[in-house]
């Protein structure tokens, strides 16, 4: 893959369409307008043209373009783009005529954003933003991915990173002091005040878990004895069949997951198989499975039949205990609410309820990690911090104190890419879309 080839891509989605839009990046970029348009349009001006194709100069469509010359571009590169008709045979006649200039070539998947990244244009973080900005599929979740978007997260690492650089930077003037055998106490005792302060902050960020949470989805998981009514409850809140509901006990084997939005925070509901003793080894396997997602849940959600024996629930981080069935009977005194999934009843308030539920634990966007990797790269940060500010406290070698900040700012420094991160590169744009 040459990154000084032109590359072009359809941004925008497939199958007929009004309009496509055609992205192109890269060195050609101003030839292939002006091959194909007949001229250039002024820098960022839409302009109009027929395109033509350049050997026998026929026609190819009626279309808005526009010259983005670089470094002002989102590559960074000169860009361009070709707002043609959305037809099938449109989009295939201009693309055919794309490929055949000389370097000239499809892209690959991310690599208009990879060519952002790699031009300086954007931070590994952003990148991450942009990515959950076309994943979103909730408000909450466009919500925090456009402040990732924006820098807030890349922003604030890279303001830790020159805060430990500069209380590296004591450090470093103080081991010069050691040198005469004594380092002045202020200045000690500023260097921990700046470890503790940073200390602090990155451990309050990496207690806020809901920012990866909102991403991921709040995990709902309905668990109950065969035949409760879990997978009528999952057609129920998803709207449509999505689960084979049947009378006979121990229908769903698997488990069924939907994705659900309750109040613009993204919920996903997880059927699992009836929790019950079977001499079946697939419903085995279904109740191993059952058990396991139940116990990773943010939710379970256990339903209780009227009819049957009482069964234990699994073991949960938090549960609900939801009678099923009231149109059969409503004599539940030991459940938190009541509903019937066929008549509906009861069924607003559990909404409500599991909205109220995700709510809490997605909080109000205002984490700043929204990823694993996020995490462990601030984990070590955090980790380097406390060891340093030991090592000042007890005497220990000034070199090693250093040697730990120096290692907190790498650490901090993987959040934005500025150090390496290739092993993350290839992994992340690969999950993009081409044309981004
Ligand atoms: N009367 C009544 N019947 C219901 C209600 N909800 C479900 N049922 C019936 O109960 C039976 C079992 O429902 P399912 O949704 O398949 O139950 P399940 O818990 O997913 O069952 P398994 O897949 O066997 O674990 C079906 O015959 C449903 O039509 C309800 O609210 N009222």
Excluded: Y
Excluded at 262 to 291: C, K, M
């Amino acid at each position: 893959m040459r990154s000084d080839d032109t590359i072009f891509a359809t941004a925008s989605g497939h199958g007929r369409a009004a309009v496509c839009i055609v992205r192109i990046s890269g060195p050609q970029s101003w030839t292939i307008l002006n091959t194909l348009g007949g001229s250039v349009p002024e820098p960022r001006r839409a302009a109009v043209r027929i395109l033509r194709e350049p050997g026998s100069g026929e026609p190819l469509d009626q279309a808005l373009i526009l010259w983005m010359p670089g470094p002002r571009s989102f590559t960074g590169e000169d860009q361009a783009e070709l707002h043609i008709h959305g037809g099938l045979a449109t989009r295939a006649a201009v693309l055919k005529v794309l490929g055949t200039i000389p370097d000239c070539r499809p892209a690959e998947a991310g690599e208009f954003t990879r060519r952002a990244f790699l031009n300086g244009r954007m931070d590994l973080s952003q990148v991450e933003g942009l990515a959950d900005v076309i994943d979103a599929e909730t408000e909450a979740q466009r919500r925090q991915a456009m402040l990732q978007l924006e820098g807030r997260l890349g922003d604030t690492a890279e303001r830790w990173r020159e805060e430990i650089l500069q209380a590296l930077a004591l450090l470093e003037a103080s081991l010069d002091f050691s040198d005469e055998g004594d380092v002045p106490e202020d200045l000690e005792a500023d260097i921990l005040q700046r470890l503790d302060r940073l200390h602090v902050e990155i451990g309050r960020a990496l207690a806020n878990r809901s920012g990866e949470r909102l991403r991921e989805g709040f995990t709902v998981v309905l668990a109950g004895p065969p035949n409760a009514g879990k997978s009528t409850l999952l057609n129920a809140l998803a709207r449509r069949d999505v689960a084979i509901v049947s009378p006979i006990a121990g229908t769903t084997r698997d488990v069924i997951e939907v994705h659900c939005d309750l109040g613009g925070l993204p919920v996903v509901v997880v059927d699992t198989a009836g929790l019950r003793e079977s001499g079946d080894l697939i419903e085995q396997e279904g109740v191993s499975r059952a058990r396991a997602r139940a116990q990773d849940a943010d939710l379970v959600l256990w339903l209780v039949p009227p009819e049957g024996e009482e069964t234990d629930p699994p073991a949960a981080r938090r549960l609900l205990r939801v009678g099923t069935k009231a149109d059969v009977s409503r004599d539940r005194d030991d459940c938190d609410l009541v509903i019937s999934a066929s008549t509906g009843e009861g069924l607003a308030d559990l909404i409500t309820a599991l909205e109220h539920e995700a709510e809490t634990a997605l909080g109000q966007g205002d984490a700043l990690l929204t990823r694993e990797r996020h995490r462990r790269a601030l984990e070590r940060a955090h980790h380097s911090l406390a060891a340093g500010r030991a090592l000042l406290e007890t005497g220990g070698p000034i070199e090693l104190a250093a040697e730990e900040a120096r290692l907190a700012s790498r650490a901090v420094g993987e959040i934005t890419g500025r150090v390496d991160v290739e092993d993350v590169l290839d992994r992340l744009f690969s999950s993009f879309c081409i044309g981004k």
